[in-house]
Nanobody
Framework: DVQLQASGGGSVQVGGSLRLSCAAS????????IGWVRQAPGEEREVVSC????????WYKESVKGRFTISSDNAKNTVYLQMNSLQPEDTAVYYC?????????????????WGQGTLVTVSS
């Protein structure tokens, strides 16, 4: 079974930082697309960033460019999302999701596997 374990959420003040981790098991890190998807209260889910094993390509939602950085540690089967300069509008449950295909572009991937989510709260 594929399992994705998201962690690292918490409560921070505006301008603070958090690093989310997504640890994958039952999922080989040789061919993949992995995304961070968030859902704010009353809102639809939205992809904020993703990374693919196709040349390590990454993608970011416009509003997080320059503040968030996605990276992968293939040896640890883990993907990270470093979030800096957090704003109240970043408050959401963050999910990691995965697909076992090395998509060239990952922004529109329909993910097969989902983690349980980790809550990020940014207060002013």
């Amino acid at each position: 079974d594929v399992q994705l374990q998201a962690s690292g959420g918490g409560s921070v003040q505006v301008g603070g930082s958090l690093r989310l981790s997504c640890a994958a098991s039952g999922f080989t890190f040789d061919r993949y697309a992995i995304g961070w998807v968030r859902q704010a209260p009353g809102e639809e889910r939205e992809v904020v960033s993703c990374i693919t094993s196709f040349r390590g390509r990454t993608w970011y939602k416009e509003s997080v460019k320059g503040r968030f950085t996605i990276s992968s540690d293939n040896a640890k089967n883990t993907v990270y999302l470093q979030m800096n300069s957090l704003q109240p509008e970043d408050t959401a449950v963050y999910y990691c999701a995965a697909d076992h295909f090395p998509w060239e572009y990952c922004s529109n991937v329909v993910y097969d596997y989902w983690g349980q989510g980790t809550l990020v709260t940014v207060s002013s």
